[in-house]
Nanobody, 124 residues
Framework: QVQLVESGGGLVQAGESLRLSCTAS????????MGWFRQAPGKEREFVAS????????DYADSVKGRFTISRDNDKLTAYLQMNSLKPEDTALYYC?????????????????WGQGTQVTVSS
């Protein structure tokens, strides 16, 4: 069992940066894939970024490529999402997810564990 807690959300202006953190409980963290998703009001939850247990494989949604960076520190049981050059359309509730899969997972339905989410609001 893995429990996830996100932090780092907030209200920023367009062009600014935020770093989200996702801290896990459970010794299995280092063997799990980690992902970030977001959900805006009235929209479906969408893939943002994912990283495999070894950090060898990483992928991003086209909408955030070049602006967001996913990383992880297995010793600290924490995954990160560095978000730069934020835009108003990045406004959403951001969730982290974990799964024992060894590959990149794009579908929200395929992830086993979820955090409660942290709100990111970008004003224009």
């Amino acid at each position: 069992q893995v429990q996830l807690v996100e932090s780092g959300g907030g209200l920023v202006q367009a062009g600014e940066s935020l770093r989200l953190s996702c801290t896990a409980s459970g010794r299995s963290f280092s063997t799990y894939a980690m992902g970030w998703f977001r959900q805006a009001p009235g929209k479906e939850r969408e893939f943002v970024a994912s990283i495999t247990w070894s950090s060898v494989n990483i992928d991003y949604a086209d909408s955030v490529k070049g602006r967001f960076t996913i990383s992880r520190d297995n010793d600290k049981l924490t995954a990160y999402l560095q978000m730069n050059s934020l835009k108003p359309e990045d406004t959403a509730l951001y969730y982290c997810a974990a799964d024992p899969s060894r590959g990149i997972i794009y579908s929200p339905q395929s992830w086993n564990y979820w955090g409660q989410g942290t709100q990111v609001t970008v004003s224009s």
